[in-house]
């Protein structure tokens, strides 16, 4: 008996010593793991064509930053995101498809009370659970009606930029939809309005926020995820839709179309901004353990609403629509983690994946069954650079707009379109034999225009990573190449009156439907399978009406959170991680003993 309670007691008494040093094990682990985490930085360009970047081979204006970005990283040739705003940001927030979160149809207007469900995960709030200093710079649109919907309540530690849509790139206000509602402010470092920057270029403000937070925060006590999510080259408002320095547009002279040249000079501040932030990375001696993503949230809009000039070129459609224009994204990668850079990835990934993907090249654990992810991690394909996976991508089925929009390898199946099919049709254009076509003077020396950029220097000339590239080669391997010359040479796709389907790695530009040929055979029958088992899978849509007190003139001329303006912020809410995690730590113990 007494022998019995004693072994009991040293039991008891050794579980706790064990416990203790689980403990210290476990935050001794986790901080070696912190210290070698690599850094996070995406820029997230908004509404960039496919072709207004210069790496797939447009010669009408450079992006050597960009271009050296590529080159010296990994090109993501087959990358895919929703093809809006709002859908787009929250496949990459979440790792999910936008059906699964309601987040499908069109995008959250400054009017309307909703946004990201308040259940749903995001990247940032697992980076930041995992010890990570997480920051958003510039575009939110996700939610802006109450404060709970916004950044610094999903996961970022800051945020500073706007919360709707889009802004004026000088004054930061938007126009309201209806027209008897205020035009309203949006811009603000954490909660608070901040006016300061009226009158400055949004995207050098932008800039100039991601490069005084990367050298000013210390990577060995929280290593950085950092989203600069810029306007750039979004439209403005109606009443002036396109806007640059007049110094910048003068570079562009060339450019006999007027908007055309201004949206080149909003894409070269892009540009640069890139260029500025990778040098501060590397004035802060982080390059080494950094992993750089490129991207745009979707395809441009070449005509109607915001519309830029943006080229797709020279695939069909644009923003917002079924086809590649609207979704194929000119992304890049690069790191010293990754073993093939100066490579061109194949591999069709979805902006979605970025999640599990960046998690896994963090070292970071996820619980996919209990987050219910939609991407996949790609992390060692991407490090290794080979196909892993005939990747399944639900660009969209929208039931308000009535169409579907769904690939699967080499297959894409489309029923229904949006605006009519008004859109439906190849809207860029390039250099060719019987045209006189701007070009960029520069073009005549591209590859030294590359390596002459700063970016090209840091990224790939110097000890990091050593190897030859063939900048010609890879540029060639970049560009996507139609299956016929003329596309109306093609059978005939009519969306509205029956389904589509192409295939895509020999007919990207979506030329020719295989659907007549093929609509009895298994092909089809399987697609359309799956089409049907998502749709039952289907979050209902999140939109909802406009919400006149919104107006910005109830609100001191701002724009956002007028569904709690007055109330304050709880204090546990602001209590940065760590010292939550040290209180947990300390019940834990004491509930223990
Ligand atoms: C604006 O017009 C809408 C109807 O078109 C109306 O419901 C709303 O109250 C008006 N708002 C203001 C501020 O006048
Ligand atoms: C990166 O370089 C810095 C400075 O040279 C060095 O202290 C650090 O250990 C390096 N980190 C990695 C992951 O190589
Ligand atoms: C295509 O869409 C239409 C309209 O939504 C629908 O009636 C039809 O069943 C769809 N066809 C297929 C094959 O999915
Ligand atoms: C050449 O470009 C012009 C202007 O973009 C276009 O109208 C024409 O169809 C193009 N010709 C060929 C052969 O591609
Ligand atoms: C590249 O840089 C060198 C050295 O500064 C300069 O001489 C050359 O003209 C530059 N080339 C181009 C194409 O800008
Ligand atoms: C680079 O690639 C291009 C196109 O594939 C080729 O013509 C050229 O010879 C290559 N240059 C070198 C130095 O290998
Ligand atoms: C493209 O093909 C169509 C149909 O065959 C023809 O009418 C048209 O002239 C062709 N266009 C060009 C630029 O070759």
Not at 156 to 184: A, C, E, I, M, W
Not at 458 to 467: E, K, S, T, Y
Not at 518 to 523: D, E, F, L, P, R
């Given at each position: 008996?007494?022998?019995?309670?004693?072994?009991?007691h040293?039991?008891?008494?050794?579980?706790?010593?064990?416990?203790?040093v689980?403990?210290?094990?476990?935050?001794?682990?986790?901080?070696?793991?912190?210290?070698?985490?690599?850094?996070?930085?995406?820029?997230?360009?908004?509404?960039?064509?496919?072709?207004?970047?210069?790496?797939?081979?447009?010669?009408?204006?450079?992006?050597?930053?960009?271009?050296a970005?590529?080159?010296?990283?990994?090109?993501?040739?087959n990358?895919?995101?929703?093809a809006?705003?709002?859908?787009?940001?929250?496949?990459?927030?979440?790792?999910?498809?936008?059906?699964?979160?309601?987040?499908?149809?069109?995008?959250?207007?400054?009017?309307?009370?909703?946004?990201?469900?308040?259940?749903?995960?995001?990247?940032?709030?697992?980076?930041?659970?995992?010890?990570?200093?997480?920051?958003?710079?510039?575009?939110?649109?996700?939610?802006?009606?109450?404060?709970?919907?916004?950044?610094?309540?999903?996961?970022?530690?800051?945020?500073?930029?706007?919360?709707?849509?889009?802004?004026?790139?000088?004054?930061?206000?938007?126009?309201?939809?209806?027209?008897n509602?205020?035009?309203?402010h949006?811009?603000?470092?954490?909660?608070?309005?901040?006016?300061?920057?009226?009158?400055?270029?949004?995207?050098?403000?932008?800039?100039?926020?991601?490069?005084?937070?990367?050298?000013?925060?210390?990577?060995?006590?929280?290593?950085?995820?950092?989203?600069?999510?810029?306007?750039?080259?979004?439209?403005?408002?109606?009443?002036?839709?396109?806007?640059?320095?007049?110094?910048?547009?003068?570079?562009?002279?060339?450019?006999?179309?007027?908007?055309?040249?201004?949206?080149?000079?909003?894409?070269?501040?892009?540009?640069?901004?890139?260029?500025?932030?990778?040098?501060?990375?590397?004035?802060?001696?982080?390059?080494?353990?950094?992993i750089?993503?490129?991207?745009?949230?979707?395809?441009?809009?070449?005509?109607?609403?915001?519309?830029?000039?943006?080229?797709?070129?020279?695939?069909?459609?644009?923003?917002?629509?079924?086809?590649?224009?609207?979704?194929?994204?000119?992304?890049?990668?690069?790191?010293?983690?990754?073993?093939?850079?100066?490579?061109?990835?194949?591999?069709?990934?979805?902006?979605?994946?970025?999640?599990p993907?960046?998690?896994?090249?963090?070292?970071?654990?996820?619980?996919?069954?209990?987050?219910?992810?939609?991407?996949?991690?790609?992390?060692?394909?991407?490090?290794?650079?080979?196909?892993?996976?005939?990747?399944?991508?639900?660009?969209?089925?929208?039931?308000?707009?009535?169409?579907?929009?769904?690939?699967?390898?080499?297959?894409?199946?489309?029923?229904?379109?949006?605006?009519?099919?008004?859109?439906?049709?190849?809207?860029?254009?390039?250099?060719?034999?019987?045209?006189?076509?701007?070009?960029?003077?520069?073009?005549?020396?591209?590859?030294?225009?590359?390596?002459?950029?700063?970016?090209?220097?840091?990224?790939?000339?110097?000890?990091?990573?050593?190897?030859?590239?063939?900048?010609?080669?890879?540029?060639?391997?970049?560009?996507?190449?139609?299956?016929?010359?003329?596309?109306?040479?093609?059978?005939a796709?009519?969306?509205?009156?029956?389904?589509?389907?192409?295939?895509?790695?020999?007919?990207?530009?979506?030329?020719?439907?295989?659907?007549?040929?093929?609509?009895?055979?298994?092909?089809?029958?399987?697609?359309?399978?799956?089409?049907?088992?998502?749709?039952?899978?289907?979050h209902?849509?999140?939109?909802?009406?406009?919400?006149m007190?919104?107006?910005?003139?109830?609100?001191?001329?701002?724009?956002?959170?007028?569904?709690?303006?007055?109330?304050?912020?709880?204090?546990?809410?602001?209590?940065?991680?760590?010292?939550?995690?040290?209180?947990?730590?300390?019940?834990?113990?004491?509930?223990?003993?």
């Amino acid at each position: 008996m007494t022998n019995n309670s004693h072994t009991m007691h040293t039991n008891l008494w050794n579980s706790h010593q064990l416990w203790i040093v689980v403990l210290l094990t476990y935050s001794v682990f986790t901080d070696a793991q912190t210290n070698n985490r690599p850094n996070i930085v995406i820029i997230l360009a908004d509404d960039l064509g496919v072709d207004d970047i210069s790496f797939r081979g447009s010669n009408q204006f450079l992006t050597p930053n960009i271009d050296a970005l590529a080159y010296s990283g990994v090109i993501l040739k087959n990358l895919y995101t929703p093809a809006m705003c709002t859908p787009s940001r929250s496949a990459l927030l979440t790792g999910k498809y936008p059906i699964h979160t309601g987040m499908q149809h069109y995008v959250i207007k400054n009017e309307e009370p909703w946004g990201l469900p308040l259940d749903e995960t995001t990247i940032a709030q697992i980076f930041k659970q995992h010890g990570y200093y997480t920051s958003l710079i510039g575009k939110w649109h996700q939610g802006m009606s109450s404060k709970t919907y916004t950044p610094t309540k999903r996961g970022f530690d800051r945020h500073f930029g706007y919360l709707g849509s889009h802004v004026d790139y000088y004054d930061q206000t938007q126009v309201p939809t209806p027209k008897n509602l205020s035009r309203g402010h949006d811009f603000r470092d954490n909660l608070a309005v901040s006016r300061q920057y009226i009158g400055s270029y949004v995207t050098d403000v932008l800039t100039e926020a991601a490069t005084k937070l990367i050298s000013e925060h210390d990577v060995t006590k929280q290593p950085l995820f950092l989203l600069l999510s810029q306007l750039a080259p979004h439209s403005g408002n109606e009443d002036d839709p396109l806007q640059a320095p007049s110094e910048e547009i003068e570079k562009f002279a060339y450019i006999k179309d007027n908007e055309r040249r201004t949206y080149a000079a909003m894409v070269s501040k892009l540009d640069q901004s890139v260029a500025s932030v990778i040098d501060a990375l590397a004035q802060k001696n982080i390059l080494n353990n950094t992993i750089i993503v490129f991207l745009s949230d979707n395809g441009g809009p070449t005509r109607g609403m915001h519309s830029t000039t943006a080229s797709n070129y020279p695939l069909k459609g644009q923003k917002n629509s079924p086809w590649e224009g609207g979704i194929r994204s000119s992304g890049a990668i690069w790191s010293p983690l990754l073993e093939n850079l100066g490579t061109v990835w194949k591999q069709q990934l979805y902006i979605a994946d970025l999640l599990p993907t960046l998690a896994a090249a963090a070292n970071i654990p996820l619980d996919t069954q209990q987050l219910k992810l939609d991407g996949l991690n790609l992390w060692s394909a991407l490090k290794y650079g080979y196909d892993a996976v005939e990747r399944e991508i639900v660009h969209n089925i929208d039931d308000i707009y009535n169409y579907v929009s769904y690939g699967k390898g080499k297959w894409k199946l489309i029923n229904g379109t949006i605006n009519n099919g008004l859109y439906d049709v190849w809207m860029g254009a390039r250099n060719n034999a019987s045209n006189d076509f701007d070009f960029d003077p520069r073009a005549a020396a591209y590859e030294e225009v590359i390596m002459n950029t700063t970016v090209w220097q840091q990224l790939a000339g110097g000890a990091l990573v050593q190897r030859n590239v063939n900048i010609t080669k890879l540029r060639e391997e970049a560009a996507i190449y139609c299956l016929m010359a003329n596309a109306s040479q093609g059978v005939a796709c009519e969306p509205l009156s029956e389904p589509c389907l192409f295939d895509i790695d020999v007919d990207p530009c979506e030329q020719n439907n295989l659907y007549p040929a093929m609509s009895g055979g298994k092909v089809v029958q399987e697609l359309q399978k799956r089409v049907a088992h998502f749709r039952e899978t289907a979050h209902a849509p999140n939109n909802k009406p406009l919400d006149m007190n919104s107006n910005p003139a109830l609100h001191d001329g701002e724009w956002g959170c007028w569904e709690d303006a007055d109330e304050t912020d709880g204090v546990a809410a602001r209590m940065p991680f760590s010292v939550r995690a040290v209180l947990w730590a300390c019940a834990l113990l004491i509930f223990t003993f």
